[in-house]
Structures are given as structure tokens and as C-alpha cells.
């Protein structure tokens, strides 16, 4: 019975480990204490899609205002000057633009009534399985 008792014990401790995190892989890097900026910010430069802050590549998350207004018009984040995550953008009518989520290659866009205009998977830019339009 002991021996039943402790081998049931140790079962139940091995299952209950935390899974450690997955290494970042293959574009899957996570923004290290990230920081949100406005895209107008004056220390950001933009150079052939690299985006750079005081001269470093820029990890991080930059926002942009719709005009005339204080609402959020994109939100992009960037890890080592460019975009990963999640990438937002919105109507005016505070509804969901598009969505981007560069991890998984993922693209959705919306009408500004709500309704899904498109949404493909790509890899390595070029279009992979089905185009829902």
C-alpha cells in the first residue's frame, strides 16, 4: 500500500509541471519589455521597412491617432525593427480594420459595417491555402 501511495504521489507530481516556454523560432520573437510609442514620435525613423529609434532598431509597439481625433487608428508591434505580433488597424467608427498577426502569417480585413472582407494565411509573402474574400 505504501508503495502504491508513493508511486501515485510521484505520478501526480510529474503531470503537474508548468510547461516551459517555447524559444523563439522562425519569426516567433516575443518584444522584450516593450514600450508604446507614437509613430510621430520624433526620434523614430523608418529605413526600408526597418523602423529605428535613436539610431537602434526599434522593439517595441508604435501607434498611430486617427486625424482630427484621439482615437487609435494602427497599432503595430516590432521586434528588432520589424513588425511581429499582432498589427491592428481601425475605422473611425472604432471598428476593426484589419488584422495582421505576422507570428502565424494570418491576415484579416473587415468592412466598416463589421463584416469580414478577406482573410489569407501567407508564408513568406506568397499566398498559402485558401483565399476567403
Keep these: 500500500m505504501k508503495q502504491l501511495t508513493t508511486i501515485i504521489l510521484l505520478f501526480l507530481a510529474a503531470s503537474c509541471k508548468v510547461p516551459l516556454p517555447k524559444e523563439p523560432t522562425d519569426g516567433m520573437e516575443q518584444i522584450p519589455h516593450p514600450i508604446l510609442l507614437s509613430k510621430q514620435a520624433e526620434k523614430i525613423l523608418v529605413k526600408n521597412d526597418t523602423v529605428y529609434r535613436n539610431n537602434k ?8 491617432l486617427q486625424s482630427g481625433s484621439h482615437d487609435i487608428f494602427s497599432m503595430e ?9 499582432v ?3 481601425w475605422y473611425p467608427n472604432r471598428r476593426l480594420m484589419e488584422e495582421r498577426l505576422y507570428n502565424e502569417g494570418k491576415q484579416q480585413s473587415f468592412w466598416d459595417n463589421g463584416h469580414k472582407r ?5 508564408s513568406n509573402d ?5 483565399l476567403k474574400e
Design 118 to 122: 478577406f482573410e489569407f494565411i501567407a
Design 77 to 85: 508591434g516590432y521586434y528588432n525593427g520589424l513588425l511581429t505580433g
Design 57 to 64: 532598431k526599434y522593439s517595441g509597439f508604435l501607434y498611430q
Design 126 to 130: 506568397i499566398y498559402e491555402g485558401e
Design 87 to 89: 498589427c491592428k488597424k
